[in-house]
């Protein structure tokens, strides 16, 4: 990984690490990798967001290159309308589920996929030894663009039996997380003649309600929500609505492994001999309903990065992650909140039956995660003395300790955030809990040294 990406893009507290003057340099470095534009660019609704896409839009057009400005969109959304407008590139300005404090920098390529981590170092090297786009006799110019959104909601519904969802009448409760799916959510899910519920819809880049991650743990008022008005399901959104989590009727809500496994069963019946492409970190059931339809799974490091370039490449049907980073190929190789909320729409819609019977018929899984708050010299000495004390793990990407196929620990230093992350896998919650108890303690006692 490089200096200045991390898991999923440049990240920083605004005005501390993320100043005015290095967003201005970044973008600089950012256009000379681009060579030309048009550009699209497009934030989230953290406070800092429209500041930044000023100033990265006045750099565009200092380096020679046009851009337009699609506003407040989710991250998903200026992804595919950076593929399907014609753009040469684009840039997020999003920090995704961190505090509010933060904000972040995304590159998108012109085929709508986030760059490569090989052209993130490429970024990198412009960026330190100023190799910067001599600027043209010329500058470029900043206007708005207005089909980004009618575009990627046309875009998602192509991809569902759009009739038989309307059909059904669905009621939904969309948590949106005082996020970025406030603008779009409530639309699409109306344009699919749903009876919507929202709460924390109010736009607030302090993320008053819930905060911007949705966890099984801070969802209880979806929860209670969809109990309450008999919905048929509920779905949470991350602060830039590129992942979502769900609850079912029963007020159950779903883990992002869940759902992934629910979806990839319904589309490869669809679709066998098909390639799907997931993490290190997720569970092994994937690998089991993958056989089933002769379809394959391929592993890559931690990072929707990771997953959305290897389908790329790999063309791949479907790629996911355990955190509600859902990935449908035929529509676009990146998370999408919207697009995976229609395919459960869709599936419920065909099968006739609801989430928890869906559920009840997958291969058992028991998968958990958790975190613990630390520096970065202290996340690598975590890491590091892991690895002494289990020379034979894989340390591809942190340390996963595997007891067996079905039991295993991974440690890693998060990307994004001053944390160290651990993912278990067990086939039982009873092993699962020790698991996670065990090492826990084990993090705790070396911080402690």
Known sequence: MGKLFGTNGIRGVFGDDLTLDFIHDITLSIATYFKEGPILVGYDGRDSSPVIAKVICSALNYAGLDCKNSGLVPTPCLEFATKTLGYKGGIMITASHNPPKYNGIKPIASDGVEISREDELIIEEIYFNKKWKNLSKHWGITNKEEQAIEAYLDGVKSQVNTAKIISKNFKVVLDLGNGAQAVLAPMFCKKLGCEVFVINEEIDGKFPGRGAEPTPENLQELSQTVLNNHANLGVAFDGDGDRSLFCDSNGEILTGEKSALLLTRHILEKNPNSIVVTCLNSGS???SIAESTN????????????????????????????????????HNQVRDGIMTLALVLDLIALSGKTISEEIATLPPSFTTKDKISCSSDEAKKIVDILKQENPNANIEDGIKISFDEKNWVIVRPSGTEPIVRIYAEAVSKEDLDKIMSDYIQTIKSILSR
Do not use: D, H, Q
């Open 295 to 330: 379809s394959r799974v391929i592993r890559t490091k931690i990072g929707s990065v990771e997953v959305s370039r290897k389908m790329v490449s790999m063309n791949a049907l479907i790629g996911f992650e355990e955190n509600g980073g859902f990935m449908y190929g035929k």
């Open 285 to 287: 059931s994937i690998e």
